[in-house]
């Protein structure tokens, strides 16, 4: 019977920890919400309470910050986050929140070269899933603060956390967080977003269907039909990744993943302002870099007020050019900036192989462990792995900035190769994945090498996307 009783015990402790992440989920809470005692992720890591709640850390302040282990301006935060909860622990109580699981979670801290050396304490909840509820968002960092009543005093971005603002928030002044707020809903087009601004263009002929308003929350995804067609194609993002994503997606990388590629682009707009709020180097990572921005005091704002989501519905069938002109016409006609795709003479780089090529490339074959997220790159490497050579271009074309470069290999067998660029100076680990900075020459020449390949410089007629006012 002992033995019946601990069993007993142990299985009611386990069972309450799981159901208390399906209580009090039945709504959502904003700005000035009281929040009831919700339960922090299935348990808190680097907590001496595991289990502890909401309610527990009632009379100090109470910072959630969602993030996950794939987003690397969250992963730039921790330190910071670190610093402040080390400063005003008496008054202030930092806990990330992630869906993930505690052993991905440690093997971020250890492995990232943000996180490795800074000792991270502060408690994560793990495998959360009530707070996502509670503060719905649709991306990340997403800052909710907690005052020490349990009322809700912000709903902010990471950016807007600074130690400046938290020193005066725990010193009584109130500080007005700038509200961060996500259309989380948008992949589905309904009459109410019709009826809040969406313009749409229907034709039957064609069976295809689509709307463009403004807002949005940088979403995008891409469905297709059994045949392969595009079935649906949804964008949010500024005017200028508006016809980036258009570009990658049908001239570029076949996929809406890449950046806007410096080398890719050419922009003649006559308008100063014009061309300062949308067509400026520093737009080319989703919005200006450096704030204050002309009239805008943060990303936040200038988002606001310059992002728009694009929509669009196929029948199937319809064939890729005619849905990539079908688009193009839509933006063009609503956008304050145009795009088209031309022809340009550029300085190019062709793949070549050397006699040995099959043999190396051939070698590694099903051998390759599959990287982080499933994705042919992370912060350290390209890899291909039992896939077409065509594959490693789409993938360099991803790059901020990358010369053209095409396939003259006459290569017809899967490969499967790694590209190391952990020590090219051109890397900087925050940004993240490898394509988010410069293409180092020099070291994918000397990677490719290793696999029997090189570069060859020539002048050849390219895409290219060209904006203009």
């Not at 929040?35 to 709640?53: C, E, H, I, K, W």
């Not at 145009?338 to 062709?350: S, T």
């Not at 896939?387 to 789409?394: D, S």
């Not at 290999?409 to 499967?416: A, K, M, P, Q, R």
Request: hydrophobic residues 40%; charged residues 25%.
């Amino acid at each position: 019977m002992a033995k019946i009783a601990i069993v007993t015990v142990l299985t009611f402790v386990s069972l309450s920890g799981v159901m208390g992440q399906h209580a009090q989920v039945d709504r959502t809470y904003t700005l000035g919400d009281t929040v009831p005692d919700l339960p922090l992720g299935t348990y808190l890591m680097n907590f001496p309470d595991r289990q502890a709640s909401l309610h527990d850390l009632r009379g100090k302040y109470v910072m959630l910050d969602f993030w996950e282990t794939y987003c690397q301006p969250c992963i730039n935060a921790l330190p910071k986050l670190q610093s402040l909860q080390d400063k005003y622990a008496d008054q202030l109580q930092i806990i990330a929140v992630t869906k993930d699981i505690e052993q991905n979670v440690r093997a971020l801290l250890g492995r990232s070269e943000i996180t490795k050396h800074q000792n991270i304490r502060i408690p994560f909840a793990i495998g959360d899933t009530v707070l996502q509820k509670a503060f719905p968002h649709a991306y990340i960092p997403h800052v909710v603060i907690v005052n020490p009543a349990g009322r809700v005093e912000g709903i902010t971005h990471g950016a807007a956390i600074t130690e400046e603002r938290i020193a005066a928030m725990l010193s009584g002044d109130k500080i007005e967080w700038e509200l961060k707020e996500d259309g989380i809903a948008s992949f589905q087009q309904t009459d109410e977003q019709l009826a809040n601004g969406a313009e749409e263009t229907v034709d039957s002929s064609l069976l295809w269907s689509s709307y463009l308003k403004r807002g949005g929350s940088a979403l995008s995804r891409i469905k297709r039909h059994d045949d392969g067609s595009i079935r649906s194609l949804h964008m949010e993002c500024t005017p200028l990744h508006l016809f980036v994503r258009v570009f990658n997606l049908f001239n570029v990388t076949n996929t809406l993943l890449g950046n806007a590629n410096h080398q890719r682009i050419i922009v003649d707009i006559a308008d100063t302002l014009t061309y300062r709020l949308y067509a400026d180097e520093n737009n080319y990572s989703y919005g200006p870099i450096k704030f204050p921005y002309l009239d805008y005091p943060s990303h936040a704002a200038y988002w606001k007020e310059n992002a728009y989501t694009y929509h669009a519905e196929f029948g199937p069938g319809v064939p890729d050019d005619q849905v990539r002109e079908r688009i193009l016409t839509d933006l063009n006609k609503a956008l304050p900036i145009k795009g088209e795709i031309v022809k340009r003479e550029r300085l190019c780089y062709v793949l070549r192989v050397r006699e040995n090529a099959r043999m190396l490339l051939d070698a590694n074959v099903n051998e390759l462990e599959p990287l982080s997220q499933g994705l042919p790159f992370d912060g350290y490497h390209i890899q291909i792995n039992g896939k077409p050579i065509g594959e490693l271009l789409k993938v360099l074309a991803m790059f901020i900035s990358a010369p053209p470069i095409e396939d003259g290999t006459n290569i017809d067998f899967n490969v499967s190769m790694q590209l190391d660029f952990t020590d090219s100076p051109k890397r900087d680990p925050k940004s993240g994945y490898l394509i988010n900075n410069e293409l180092d020459m020099d070291v994918l020449r000397t990677e490719l090498a290793k696999y029997g390949l090189y570069l060859e410089p020539e002048i050849r007629l390219v895409d290219m996307l060209l904006i203009h006012d």
